[in-house]
């Protein structure tokens, strides 16, 4: 035909193999329609990027696509089917029917990610159809989303690109597979990518943080591989939407932390909680930063650059302090909010009117803070030094309820006692032991060990004290006497355990 139209292009021969060509074409363009659609399951984004996704290495995650994925990819598929493809590809594309061949080539491909994507869960649905959602199923959507955005990312559109490079590789398609990529999953990456964003856009309540963060986090765990599967100009606004997805979920994580330290400073509870236990506020912030702690790269991420509360040196001294080794931006939010939980309990020790017992719900509560903290991720982010300076306070303030609890004990026992006084001490010891007893009995220290640690403090200290004035002057007043040193380390045994020892009689 060439040799014609230089020649004589008026040629019916020219005519006649325009026409043999028309013929050609479209029995091409039936069979690339045929092996498309006869070889859909073989097909499958998931089938062609299988093996590439588990051969590449993990160094080339952020380099283009090279030419072994070309390879990969025929040889986790039909390899006769794909070269039939591409021969045809080639083809058509040369002898100038380059749309007819994408057009095929689009209708089959498109039908299938879009198939994919369904079968997934992924719905295409707007802000205000999430926002009248309840939260339950809400909820339920992000699990959706965070399975399917893995599949996706790193099976589908992997695959589909593979596939597209492969099939229009040559040089002469002037980047038609890149092309043929972007129509055929610019529609499902941006439904797919927009839906954190408008996740991000609702109502924003403490209970949704943490499906926020593990949007935020899946977005920040795909981000390389969507960098380089949409590297081209053309599927700049599917990078676009990725990244305002990750920032809008950013400003909402900030917006509900600043909420939730809101929350706390608002409490307003003036009822204290009986014999001195944990207070439901600690209960719930420490287990909720628990729980952000869990999400601590993400959180470092968002707080990175945002204006921090500065945490008093005088009462956080280390390792807020310490130059050579400075917090990081997640250990400041974090012990910033858990000092604003202190302070709180601070105030609500005051509603005590025993004085002692104001000093045992504080120890009770850091107590419950330490062992939070020591017991999850916490540990490695507020570190070993926070720990200990918390340990310390707790044990100032069981120095403080022993003191105030049982200093009129300790006193009825004087450093120097007589005989002729022996009586009146026994009897005012024990009535101050009596008193003590009546009101400790129902007070309580949750925590076991804390709870064995003052004990056997008391136990040393006041049995002592006895045990060395009744051997000495019990002689004669066993009238008076209502203790012996044992009976006292029995009754010590049975204090702080609380009213709920009677629930189980």
Same mark, same amino acid.
């Given at each position: 035909?060439?040799?014609?139209?230089?020649?004589?292009?008026?040629?019916?021969?020219?005519?006649?193999?325009?026409?043999?060509?028309?013929?050609?074409?479209?029995?091409?363009?039936?069979?690339?329609?045929?092996?498309?659609?006869?070889?859909?399951?073989?097909?499958?984004?998931?089938?062609?990027?299988?093996?590439?996704?588990?051969?590449?290495?993990?160094?080339?995650?952020?380099?283009?696509?090279?030419?072994?994925?070309?390879?990969?990819?025929?040889?986790?598929?039909?390899?006769?089917?794909?070269?039939?493809?591409?021969?045809?590809?080639?083809?058509?594309?040369?002898?100038?029917?380059?749309?007819?061949?994408?057009?095929?080539?689009?209708?089959?491909?498109?039908?299938?990610?879009?198939?994919?994507?369904?079968?997934?869960?992924?719905?295409?649905?707007?802000?205000?159809?999430?926002?009248?959602?309840?939260?339950?199923?809400?909820?339920?959507?992000?699990?959706?989303?965070?399975?399917?955005?893995?599949?996706?990312?790193?099976?589908?559109?992997?695959?589909?690109?593979?596939?597209?490079?492969?099939?229009?590789?040559?040089?002469?398609?002037?980047?038609?597979?890149?092309?043929?990529?972007?129509?055929?999953?610019?529609?499902?990456?941006?439904?797919?990518?927009?839906? $954190?964003?408008?996740?991000?856009?609702?109502?924003?309540?403490?209970?949704?943080?943490?499906?926020?963060?593990?949007?935020?986090?899946?977005?920040?765990?795909?981000?390389?591989?969507?960098?380089?599967?949409?590297?081209?100009?053309?599927?700049?606004?599917?990078?676009?939407?990725?990244?305002?997805?990750?920032?809008?979920?950013?400003?909402?994580?900030?917006?509900?932390?600043?909420?939730?330290?809101?929350?706390?400073?608002?409490?307003?509870?003036?009822?204290?909680?009986?014999?001195?236990?944990?207070?439901?506020?600690?209960?719930?912030?420490?287990?909720?930063?628990?729980?952000?702690?869990?999400?601590?790269?993400?959180?470092?991420?968002?707080?990175?650059?945002?204006?921090?509360?500065?945490? $008093?040196?005088?009462?956080?001294?280390?390792?807020?302090?310490?130059?050579?080794? $400075? $917090?990081?931006?997640?250990?400041?939010?974090?012990?910033?909010?858990?000092?604003?939980?202190?302070?709180?309990?601070?105030?609500?020790?005051?509603?005590?009117?025993?004085?002692?017992?104001?000093?045992?719900?504080?120890?009770?509560?850091?107590?419950?803070?330490?062992?939070?903290?020591?017991?999850?991720?916490?540990?490695?982010?507020?570190?070993?030094?926070?720990?200990?300076?918390?340990?310390?306070?707790?044990?100032?303030?069981?120095?403080?309820?022993?003191?105030?609890?049982?200093?009129?004990?300790?006193?009825?026992?004087?450093?120097?006692?007589?005989?002729?006084?022996?009586?009146?001490?026994?009897?005012?010891?024990?009535?101050?032991?009596?008193?003590?007893?009546?009101?400790?009995?129902?007070?309580?220290?949750?925590?076991?060990?804390?709870?064995?640690?003052?004990?056997?403090?008391?136990?040393?200290?006041?049995?002592?004290?006895?045990?060395?004035?009744?051997?000495?002057?019990?002689?004669?007043?066993?009238?008076?006497?209502?203790?012996?040193?044992?009976?006292?380390?029995?009754?010590?045994?049975?204090?702080?355990?609380?009213?709920?020892?009677?629930?189980?009689?």
């Amino acid at each position: 035909m060439l040799y014609l139209v230089a020649r004589d292009s008026t040629s019916k021969k020219l005519v006649e193999a325009q026409s043999l060509m028309q013929l050609a074409i479209k029995k091409l363009e039936t069979e690339f329609y045929r092996i498309l659609s006869q070889n859909r399951d073989r097909f499958d984004s998931e089938s062609i990027s299988v093996r590439s996704s588990t051969d590449r290495r993990s160094s080339s995650s952020d380099e283009e696509f090279s030419d072994d994925d070309s390879s990969l990819a025929a040889d986790s598929v039909s390899m006769s089917a794909v070269a039939d493809l591409k021969a045809i590809a080639e083809c058509m594309i040369f002898t100038g029917y380059s749309k007819e061949c994408v057009n095929i080539y689009l209708i089959v491909r498109k039908s299938i990610m879009d198939e994919a994507l369904y079968n997934l869960g992924v719905e295409n649905l707007s802000f205000s159809q999430i926002q009248k959602m309840d939260w339950e199923m809400v909820e339920y959507k992000i699990k959706c989303w965070l399975n399917a955005v893995k599949v996706a990312v790193n099976t589908l559109f992997h695959g589909e690109r593979i596939l597209c490079n492969y099939i229009f590789d040559s040089p002469e398609k002037n980047n038609i597979g890149e092309s043929c990529f972007a129509d055929i999953c610019r529609d499902s990456a941006m439904m797919l990518f927009t839906f $954190p964003e408008n996740v991000a856009k609702c109502k924003k309540t403490p209970e949704k943080m943490f499906r926020t963060l593990d949007l935020y986090e899946a977005i920040s765990e795909n981000w390389n591989q969507i960098e380089s599967i949409f590297s081209s100009e053309s599927n700049s606004p599917i990078r676009s939407q990725f990244i305002a997805s990750q920032v809008r979920l950013g400003e909402t994580v900030r917006t509900m932390l600043t909420d939730f330290e809101t929350a706390i400073q608002k409490e307003s509870s003036k009822i204290p909680v009986p014999g001195g236990g944990i207070h439901p506020l600690t209960r719930y912030v420490m287990n909720y930063i628990a729980l952000l702690a869990d999400y601590s790269e993400a959180i470092g991420d968002i707080v990175s650059d945002w204006p921090q509360t500065p945490v $008093p040196e005088s009462y956080y001294k280390s390792p807020i302090s310490d130059e050579d080794n $400075p $917090p990081s931006e997640i250990a400041k939010r974090l012990s910033w909010l858990i000092l604003v939980v202190l302070c709180k309990l601070d105030g609500k020790a005051e509603f005590y009117k025993d004085v002692a017992l104001s000093y045992l719900f504080l120890a009770n509560n850091m107590q419950y803070v330490v062992v939070k903290v020591r017991k999850s991720n916490l540990r490695f982010i507020l570190g070993e030094d926070w720990l200990l300076k918390h340990e310390m306070k707790v044990k100032e303030y069981v120095t403080k309820y022993e003191r105030m609890a049982w200093s009129k004990v300790l006193s009825s026992i004087p450093e120097n006692p007589t005989v002729e006084k022996a009586r009146e001490i026994f009897q005012s010891f024990n009535v101050e032991f009596d008193e003590a007893f009546r009101m400790q009995y129902l007070w309580v220290v949750p925590d076991p060990e804390l709870r064995n640690e003052i004990k056997e403090s008391l136990i040393s200290k006041i049995v002592f004290t006895y045990r060395e004035f009744y051997v000495r002057f019990r002689v004669g007043l066993d009238s008076v006497i209502r203790y012996s040193p044992e009976d006292l380390r029995e009754y010590l045994s049975e204090i702080l355990c609380g009213p709920d020892r009677f629930k189980d009689s």
